[in-house]
């Protein structure tokens, strides 16, 4: 009272508690306000009683988790021996501990050895069996009453046959196992924060009683090493303390370069390693790759190439050389390739290789003749792609040859059916026509005269002059038919006139306006390529007058350079309308469109429907010197 009465404390901490009911005591003296901090760790379930102003944390013992913990490091024991002081606090403590172990006694042979001298608990400890958990309770005093101290539990676990275990820090690290347990380091820094909280304003009432949050199961490394004790078997969460250091926490400089220079070492190892194993690797796809490439270009009747265009060097596959007639030991250049093509196409080939070199096509391809050296001419088609630098210049070209010979000489058979059949066709349209002409229009004739000869008999007249209606009917039909199947004045009038006529003819026949339009010299063309227009201007007015339900139609002719454009144009439903008619099947696949075509591509023209939903355009083209009837294969093929 007189040393604190000028100063008093702001609070009172109180350790254990003998300390904590010496503090509830003196404080009355000092001031009945001033708040108590403790911290105790009484045996669990024990109650602690809070008066005024007081909080505290409560650090509880309870054995049966250190040998809970005991157990599970040694799984086949069998025995639990109890050692405690003879001091009251000992012998109270292992009491409480008796209590505790109720149901462990029921599992494990249990014996408590309390206050026994050290020498003959040192020989207790030395004969137990090795299947046996030693628990270590508080020893405060020995059996002769002399103060014990930390340092003796590790004279007791050095002379032990069984591993130790003990609630509390005091002896860890002394040679015991370990146990569940706090540390002073842990419940002082908990007593500490609530101290701070309260000097900071915060009432004791409201903090109150606090479980310690740093129990936790502790064990010493080194004797886990010492007894074969695995430390797979500890609970979650421990903390294993007294690890022998490794080498990187003993030398980190040293570990950490001589590490740092291996992994250079190896990095450079396992980057030189992959680099041979892609390279091998690489090298035996490309190898795989080539043969299944000249393979299959050979199967394909395929010559590959490639032209160097800087080193102005020609490689080709052993293919490409024997379609070319070259042999292996001859060089192969582009003037060599030049020389092999045909006279007339050499321009063909020549412009292809300018157009590599100098990069204006990067894709290109063409089709020439090459003569070998036996005299034979065989059809090659060239197929090639340039590549370019990243300045734009053409490095080299590549690409493949392809022997189209079979191809072209199928496309002049057909080209030569394809006449035949028109020639055929035609031949037939005039015999009947001149049958129709010569027989029939006779019989007609005939019938006429003999009506003129009834015309005085009586009672006759009315029918008679029906049948001379349908007579004369029938022959306007027959000489429009006659006309269709082959116009006799074409040869005569020229193109224009008969075409005009025709039109003339169409318009009265069918209802529709139908203007005819020129430009150019149309006339001046041979007799096949003027028949092969009038038929497809013939045949598009049929099928507008069938399958279009047009109003109009417009027919152009015009000469346009070296071609003649032939252009019919309707105002009808358009093609696909036509098509979803009754009409359809036979519009899209019918004769008419097809001979159309046939008749084209016979003059090495070209043919092609528009169809629009305003109405259809038919558009043909012919060239000019097809026209006039100097027409060759090589040309049809170029044009």
Same mark, same amino acid.
């Not at 002896?171 to 900071?200: C, K, N, R």
């Given at each position: 009272?007189?040393?604190?009465?000028?100063?008093?404390?702001?609070?009172?901490?109180?350790?254990?508690?003998?300390?904590?009911?010496?503090?509830?005591?003196?404080?009355?003296?000092?001031?009945?306000?001033?708040?108590?901090?403790?911290?105790?760790?009484?045996?669990?379930?024990?109650? *602690?009683?809070? +008066?005024?102003?007081?909080?505290?944390? #409560?650090?509880?013992? /309870?054995? @049966?988790?250190?040998?809970? =913990? $005991?157990?599970?490091?040694?799984?086949?024991?069998?025995?639990?021996?109890?050692?405690?002081?003879?001091?009251?606090?000992?012998?109270?403590?292992?009491?409480?501990?008796?209590?505790?172990?109720?149901? *462990?006694?029921? +599992?494990?042979?249990?014996?408590?050895? #309390?206050?026994?001298? /050290?020498? @003959?608990?040192?020989?207790? =400890? $030395?004969?137990?069996?090795?299947?046996?958990?030693?628990?270590?309770?508080?020893?405060?005093?020995?059996?002769?009453?002399?103060?014990?101290?930390?340092?003796?539990?590790?004279?007791?676990?050095?002379?032990?046959?069984?591993?130790?275990?003990?609630?509390?820090?005091?002896?860890?690290?002394?040679?015991?196992?370990?146990?569940?347990?706090?540390?002073?380091?842990?419940?002082?820094?908990?007593?500490?924060?609530?101290?701070?909280?309260?000097?900071?304003?915060?009432?004791?009432?409201?903090?109150?009683?606090?479980?310690?949050?740093?129990?936790?199961?502790?064990?010493?490394?080194?004797?886990?090493?010492?007894?074969?004790?695995?430390?797979?078997?500890?609970?979650?969460?421990?903390?294993?303390?007294?690890?022998?250091?490794?080498?990187?926490?003993?030398?980190?400089?040293?570990?950490?370069?001589?590490?740092?220079?291996?992994?250079?070492?190896?990095?450079?190892?396992?980057?030189?390693?992959?680099?041979?194993?892609?390279?091998?690797?690489?090298?035996?796809?490309?190898?795989?790759?080539?043969?299944?490439?000249?393979?299959?270009?050979?199967?394909?009747?395929?010559?590959?190439?490639?032209?160097?265009?800087?080193?102005?060097?020609?490689?080709?596959?052993?293919?490409?050389?024997?379609?070319?007639?070259?042999?292996?030991?001859?060089?192969?250049?582009?003037?060599?390739?030049?020389?092999?093509?045909?006279?007339?196409?050499?321009?063909?080939?020549?412009?292809?290789?300018?157009?590599?070199?100098?990069?204006?096509?990067?894709?290109?391809?063409?089709?020439?003749?090459?003569?070998?050296?036996?005299?034979?001419?065989?059809?090659?088609?060239?197929?090639?792609?340039?590549?370019?630098?990243?300045?734009?210049?053409?490095?080299?070209?590549?690409?493949?040859?392809?022997?189209?010979?079979?191809?072209?000489?199928?496309?002049?058979?057909?080209?030569?059916?394809?006449?035949?059949?028109?020639?055929?066709?035609?031949?037939?349209?005039?015999?009947?026509?001149?049958?129709?002409?010569?027989?029939?229009?006779?019989?007609?004739?005939?019938?006429?005269?003999?009506?003129?000869?009834?015309?005085?008999?009586?009672?006759?007249?009315?029918?008679?002059?029906?049948?001379?209606?349908?007579?004369?009917?029938?022959?306007?039909?027959?000489?429009?038919?006659?006309?269709?199947?082959?116009?006799?004045?074409?040869?005569?009038?020229?193109?224009?006139?008969?075409?005009?006529?025709?039109?003339?003819?169409?318009?009265?026949?069918?209802?529709?306006?139908?203007?005819?339009?020129?430009?150019?010299?149309?006339?001046?063309?041979?007799?096949?390529?003027?028949?092969?227009?009038?038929?497809?201007?013939?045949?598009?007015?049929?099928?507008?007058?069938?399958?279009?339900?047009?109003?109009?139609?417009?027919?152009?002719?015009?000469?346009?350079?070296?071609?003649?454009?032939?252009?019919?144009?309707?105002?009808?439903?358009?093609?696909?309308?036509?098509?979803?008619?009754?009409?359809?099947?036979?519009?899209?696949?019918?004769?008419?469109?097809?001979?159309?075509?046939?008749?084209?591509?016979?003059?090495?023209?070209?043919?092609?429907?528009?169809?629009?939903?305003?109405?259809?355009?038919?558009?043909?083209?012919?060239?000019?010197?097809?026209?006039?009837?100097?027409?060759?294969?090589?040309?049809?093929?170029?044009?």
């Amino acid at each position: 009272n007189v040393k604190y009465s000028d100063n008093k404390p702001d609070a009172v901490l109180a350790f254990g508690a003998d300390s904590l009911e010496a503090a509830v005591s003196y404080r009355k003296v000092l001031s009945s306000n001033i708040p108590v901090v403790f911290c105790v760790n009484p045996p669990a379930g024990t109650a *602690v009683n809070l +008066e005024q102003d007081m909080a505290g944390i #409560v650090s509880e013992i /309870d054995v @049966t988790k250190t040998v809970s =913990l $005991a157990r599970r490091l040694q799984p086949n024991a069998r025995n639990l021996l109890v050692v405690a002081g003879t001091a009251a606090f000992d012998r109270k403590g292992a009491q409480i501990a008796q209590a505790q172990l109720v149901d *462990v006694e029921k +599992e494990l042979t249990t014996r408590y050895l #309390v206050g026994l001298p /050290d020498e @003959t608990l040192l020989t207790e =400890l $030395a004969s137990v069996p090795r299947d046996t958990i030693i628990l270590l309770l508080s020893k405060l005093t020995n059996g002769s009453t002399r103060s014990a101290s930390a340092s003796d539990a590790a004279s007791v676990a050095q002379v032990a046959n069984a591993p130790m275990y003990a609630p509390y820090s005091t002896y860890f690290g002394q040679g015991i196992v370990g146990g569940h347990m706090d540390t002073f380091e842990d419940m002082g820094s908990q007593t500490a924060d609530l101290v701070l909280a309260i000097l900071e304003g915060r009432e004791p009432a409201a903090i109150g009683l606090r479980k310690s949050a740093s129990q936790a199961f502790r064990v010493d490394a080194r004797q886990l090493e010492r007894w074969g004790l695995s430390a797979r078997n500890l609970p979650a969460d421990s903390v294993v303390a007294y690890k022998a250091p490794t080498l990187w926490q003993s030398h980190p400089r040293v570990v950490t370069a001589t590490l740092g220079m291996f992994t250079v070492m190896a990095s450079v190892l396992m980057a030189l390693l992959v680099q041979v194993g892609r390279r091998k690797l690489a090298e035996a796809n490309l190898k795989d790759s080539e043969t299944r490439m000249r393979f299959a270009a050979a199967a394909a009747d395929i010559g590959l190439w490639q032209y160097d265009i800087q080193a102005n060097r020609l490689w080709s596959s052993k293919h490409c050389r024997a379609m070319l007639g070259l042999s292996e030991r001859e060089p192969l250049t582009a003037a060599a390739l030049v020389e092999r093509v045909h006279p007339d196409d050499r321009h063909v080939a020549k412009a292809s290789i300018r157009a590599a070199t100098f990069g204006a096509l990067p894709d290109a391809e063409s089709e020439f003749r090459l003569v070998w050296p036996n005299g034979e001419t065989r059809w090659l088609q060239a197929r090639g792609r340039t590549d370019f630098d990243e300045n734009g210049e053409p490095l080299r070209a590549s690409g493949i040859f392809r022997d189209v010979t079979n191809y072209k000489i199928a496309q002049l058979e057909a080209k030569h059916l394809s006449q035949r059949v028109l020639s055929i066709q035609d031949d037939e349209r005039q015999r009947i026509a001149q049958d129709l002409h010569d027989s029939t229009s006779q019989h007609l004739a005939a019938i006429s005269l003999n009506l003129i000869a009834l015309k005085g008999a009586k009672g006759s007249c009315g029918v008679i002059e029906d049948i001379e209606n349908s007579l004369d009917e029938a022959s306007k039909e027959l000489r429009t038919f006659t006309y269709l199947l082959h116009p006799p004045a074409l040869a005569d009038d020229g193109l224009l006139e008969t075409l005009a006529r025709y039109v003339e003819g169409f318009r009265r026949r069918t209802r529709l306006s139908v203007i005819l339009r020129s430009r150019g010299a149309i006339d001046e063309l041979s007799r096949p390529a003027q028949e092969s227009i009038l038929r497809v201007v013939q045949e598009a007015l049929a099928n507008v007058h069938r399958h279009a339900a047009a109003s109009q139609a417009r027919v152009f002719l015009r000469r346009r350079g070296n071609r003649i454009h032939i252009v019919v144009r309707d105002n009808g439903h358009g093609l696909e309308a036509a098509e979803n008619g009754s009409h359809g099947e036979r519009l899209a696949t019918g004769v008419g469109i097809a001979g159309m075509t046939a008749r084209m591509r016979q003059l090495g023209g070209r043919f092609h429907i528009r169809s629009r939903p305003s109405g259809t355009i038919v558009h043909a083209i012919v060239p000019v010197r097809a026209a006039h009837g100097h027409v060759s294969g090589q040309q049809i093929a170029a044009e």
